[in-house]
């Protein structure tokens, strides 16, 4: 089905917004669920958002509530995140993942396809 591919990671600064993309080929279409997840040093990989491609439900982590938003464009086969409002602590590598069978796509252990992951650096 192809690999997922992240773009759009930038350095901005406190509330500024970024919107990443993934170009997920079939995979947004096919997948059970597609998320993002965030990896930084003091925190290590942690799930930000999920989509479950059947009814398009969404769940956040608490620390993207209000914030951040999924969405996905099947036409194009890509999935977003928009992200506004930045802090610091959003800083980190943000991949793109797909889990093909099952399981919560806010938890690492369900993806089984992972992007190489785009970098986000929000200054104070």
């Known amino acids: 089905q192809g690999q997922l591919l992240e773009s759009g990671g930038d350095s901005v600064q406190t509330g500024g917004s970024l919107r990443l993309s993934c170009s997920a080929s079939?995979?947004?279409?096919?997948?059970?669920?597609m998320g993002w997840f965030r990896q930084s040093p003091d925190m290590g990989r942690a799930g930000v958002a999920a989509?479950?491609?059947?009814?398009?439900?969404?769940e956040y982590a608490d620390s993207a509530k209000g914030r951040f938003t999924i969405s996905v464009d099947n036409a194009k086969g890509t999935l977003y995140l928009q992200m506004n409002n930045l802090k610091p602590e959003d800083s980190g590598m943000y991949y793109c993942?797909?889990?093909?069978?099952?399981?919560?796509?806010?938890?690492?252990?369900?993806?089984?396809?992972w992007g190489q992951g785009t970098q986000v650096t929000v200054s104070s």
């Open positions: 079939t995979y947004s279409r096919t997948s059970y669920c």
């Open positions: 989509l479950y491609t059947d009814d398009g439900n969404t």
């Open positions: 993942a797909a889990a093909l069978y099952g399981g919560s796509c806010l938890f690492q252990s369900a993806p089984n396809v």
